[in-house]
Structure formats: C-alpha cells, structure tokens
C-alpha cells in the first residue's frame, strides 16, 4: 500500500536547476558591489538564542510577539529561534568575537531567514536575504555610503523602477516623549483602529503610523508628525544625509510615516521600494541602530546596516533573459576499454577547467548520442574502444555544422576552448 508523498512546508520553497541560474547571477552581482565598498562576509547560525531576538529586535514588535519559530531545546531546555532578521545575529558576534577591537568594520552576509506568517507574493516563511552592517561608525557619511552601494547594485542588476525613500525617526529619547503625544491622539481616535492597532496602540504606537490598512490611512495621514517633534542635532543629521544623496545624484522621497518594524532603530531609516510588486514592495530596507549594542550588552556603539529581501528581487529579475550555465561536452563511451579510457578523458578535461558529463548507465551509441544532444552540451566527446586502445577521442561538434575531428585529449581540450572563445 503506497503512502502519501511528503510535500515541503508551506511558503519553504526549492530553488529548482532551471531556476538556479538567475539566483547565481543575482549572487554574483552582489558580492561584487559588496566588494567594491570594501565589506567582508560574516557567516553566523540559523538558530540562536530566544533571548538575543527579544532583546534586540523587541518584545513589543509582530517578529518577536507572532512570528518566530521557536522551540526549546529536548536537550538542555535551552529556548532557541529560526533566525527572522540578520542585524541582531551579526552584532551579537561582532560582541562575541571582540570584531571591533582594532576599528569599525564593515561587513555582510547572505542566507535564510524565517518568519511564520501568511505566504503571499514576496514574502515566504523561509525567505532569503543579503544584508550589510556598517559598525562602528558614527555620523551620515555610512548612511549615504550604504544607499549608494544598493543604487550601484540596483544598476548592476539591471532593475529600473526602484524608488528610494527615506526617514529619521530621531534618539530614542526623543520617540519616548513622543509617545505620549501619539498615544494621546490615537485615543481619541478609537473607533477607528483595528484591532492590531488597539493591541499596539500602548506597546509600540510607532508602529500605527506604518499600519497597511487602507481604513486607518485618513487617521494616519492626520496624525502628529515625529519630526516635527525631533531637535536641532536629529534634524541635523537628516539634513546631511539628504545633502549627501543630493551630491551623489540619487533621488529620494522623504516618507514621514516611515519607521520601520523593529525596535532597535533610530535616525536614518529606508526602504527601496518598486510599485510593480504590489502591496509587498520593498526590495532592500535598513537603517540606523545605534542602541544595539548596548541592548545586547555591549558598550554604546554606533551601526547602520540594511537587508535585501532575495525573492522579491528575483520577481522584479522574473523575465530576464539570464542564460543557463550549460556543459562544454557529453562523453560518450561504449565497450569495455572505452569505459575505463572515458572516465580518465573526463578528468583530465576538468582538470583543464572544461565542465564535463560522463556519461553513466550503458546504453546503445545511438541512445547515448541523443542523451548528448538533451544535455545542451556543445560537444559530444566519443570514445570506443578504438579510440581507448589508440589514446584518442571523436570530437563532435553539437550546436553547430562542423565536422567530427579525432583527436588526441590534449587537442580535444584545446579545440573545444578555441571554440568556446
């Protein structure tokens, strides 16, 4: 009796061959301009502590309160999380490891994360992200610095249609004296607010102002305006981001609603958002957080940082043309002599850096030749026992009219790279 098959999780999808290429073009495009700004690859855990999440994103936010897979340890009773965001992660072990002990750094990272929440377009309970921490340095230069690296990576891409839009949300001194004021005016409002904003309204008000429901928007849009509570120095720092974008010619949106869903920023805060991807449209988001450290146990240390969203890039990349990484040839090999000679061909064309597939499971010359012709190779390398017992091969051209040559396998290789030139 057959059982039913095991299917993967809900919003956790495969990355099938067919569409590995566009994620490796992806890929690369990314660590080069990560490259090019100087930053080097950090690699922390999956799963962390519970606490390091509480901690640092807060207890108050959907990431931490609905949306975490966490368990607790059969072993030792430790309670761990599937990390949902990367910033925490890379500033505990920025801590752990003393990284900044001769200076600031400049990092990334890239890999899974984890949230459960609906699955929609763009958003998936297991998502992928490349993200970038400046820590350890202090003032709007790093702000620009990381907004012209996602432009210069925006380009490099090919994407059109990204918008940039920017915030302060000013000291966190300066949001304390503000919640009451907001506190105050949403009271008064409260007929109209849903019931996620009347569980938030005392926890985190902040939070109402980026509320996505379209029935709360005339109540936002009215609201008192963070910045117009903030002071000289918050303001200041705005201004010399802007300015700085300006002289970079990069064009921007000041968004006063703007705040973003963790508890940690403060200051600069953005988002590159693109309107073909629907209510899900920010790409890349981020901003300053310089109370971190400090909430994680260090000593008070400035960093700024953002993380692109993977999947909603590769939306926006869907229709590109990206050509897949195909074999430079197919060997194949009949009789007892040619079995054994075409193992040893094959090495000795990966050893030349050729990639190459050998052909497996026996077959007829004539099946094996077809198997060539489905592989998208672009030679058919064939060897019979003729050809082992003389230390040659047949070379046969695939995708294009051209004759078969024999062959010694240095000749082989040297024909099928002039070609590939």
Same mark, same amino acid.
Request: with cysteine; proline share 5%; charged share 25%.
């Given at each position: ?16 061959? @067919? ?9 690369? *495009? ?34 931490? !309160?609905? !949306? ?7 072993? +030792?009773? @430790? ?38 929440? *609906? ?40 994407? @059109? ?17 503000? *919640? ?23 926890? +985190? ?31 200041? +720092? ?24 963790? @508890?940690?920023? +403060? ?67 009949q009789g007892d002599s040619a079995e054994r000679f075409g193992g ?55 995708? !294009? ?17 002039? *070609?590939?030139?």
């Amino acid at each position: 009796m057959s059982s039913k098959t095991i299917q993967a999780i809900r919003g956790m999808n495969d990355v099938l061959p @067919d569409e590995s290429p566009l994620w490796e073009f992806v890929e690369k *495009r990314v660590r080069e301009v990560f490259r090019q700004y100087g930053y080097r690859n950090l690699r922390t855990p999956i799963v962390e502590y519970t606490e390091l999440f509480v901690r640092g994103v807060g207890e108050a936010t959907d990431i931490v !309160e609905k !949306e975490m897979y966490s368990f607790v340890d059969s072993m +030792n009773g @430790d309670k761990l999380s599937l990390r949902p965001e990367g910033t925490a992660p890379a500033v505990r072990a920025a801590l752990e490891h003393n990284l900044l002990y001769n200076g600031p750094q400049r990092l990334w990272y890239g890999g899974p994360l984890f949230r459960h929440e *609906r699955p929609q377009k763009g958003r998936y309970r297991q998502y992928h992200t490349f993200g970038v921490e400046a820590l350890g340095f202090s003032g709007p230069e790093i702000d620009v610095e990381l907004l012209q690296m996602a432009h210069r990576l925006w380009r490099n891409l090919g994407i @059109d249609g990204v918008q940039l839009q920017i915030n302060t949300i000013g000291s966190a001194a300066e949001r304390r004296a503000f *919640r009451a004021t907001l506190i105050d005016y949403f009271e008064r409002h409260g007929a109209a607010l849903d019931e996620d904003a009347g569980r938030r309204l005392h926890a +985190n008000p902040l939070r109402l102002l980026d509320s996505k429901n379209p029935a709360l928007q005339p109540v936002i849009e009215a609201a008192p305006r963070l910045m117009d509570a903030l002071g000289r120095e918050s303001r200041g +720092n705005f201004e010399a981001v802007q300015a700085g974008l300006s002289e970079a010619g990069i064009p921007y949106t000041v968004n006063p609603r703007l705040v973003r869903g963790l @508890d940690y920023y +403060n200051l600069t805060v953005f988002e590159w958002v693109n309107a073909g991807l629907g209510a899900q449209n920010a790409i890349c988001s981020g901003g300053r957080y310089d109370g971190l450290f400090e909430q994680l146990g260090g000593k008070a240390t400035p960093g700024c940082g953002f993380g692109i969203g993977v999947e909603r890039v590769l939306l926006l990349l869907r229709d590109a043309k990206i050509a897949p990484v195909v074999p430079d040839a197919y060997i194949v090999r009949q009789g007892d002599s040619a079995e054994r000679f075409g193992g040893r061909v094959a090495e000795a064309m990966r050893d030349a850096g050729l990639s190459v597939l050998l052909h497996c499971g026996g077959g007829s010359f004539k099946s094996q030749m077809k198997k060539a012709d489905a592989s998208s190779a672009r030679f058919a390398v064939i060897v019979g026992d003729d050809e082992a017992n003389a230390g040659v091969v047949s070379v046969k051209p695939l995708r !294009e009219d051209a004759q078969q040559v024999r062959a010694t396998v240095t000749e082989a290789v040297a024909l099928i790279k002039r *070609r590939e030139a």
